[in-house]
Nanobody, 111 residues
């Protein structure tokens, strides 16, 4: 059974930066495509970024140029570096692979 545990969320001012981490266990991490999603209050969960097993990346238009997804296969961890944060980035951020989701980590950006 795969398990994903996110960390690194918090409160930051607009224009600031945060780095989220997602530690994976119970799977052959290096073989799996990993994703970040987010869900703001009252809104549907939305795609943020993807990194494939070969480290190809895809970003939503709303975060392209500001966020960077990366992975460390030795640590079974995927990261989301978030720069130039905006109040509209406030959401619970989730890590996902295949059918597995983490529990989420809250990011709040104050104006």
């Amino acid at each position: 059974q795969a398990q994903l545990v996110e960390s690194g969320g918090g409160l930051v001012q607009a224009g600031g930066s945060l780095t989220l981490s997602c530690a994976a266990s119970g799977l052959t991490f290096s073989s799996w495509t990993m994703h970040w999603f987010r869900q703001a209050p009252g809104k549907e969960r939305e795609f943020v970024a993807t990194i494939t097993w070969s480290s190809s990346t895809i970003y939503s238009d709303s975060v392209k140029g500001r966020f960077t997804i990366s992975r460390d296969n030795a640590k079974n961890t995927v990261y989301l570096q978030m720069n130039s944060l905006k109040p509209e980035d406030t959401a619970v951020y989730y890590c996902k692979t295949s059918a597995y989701w983490g529990q989420g980590t809250q990011v709040t950006v104050s104006s």
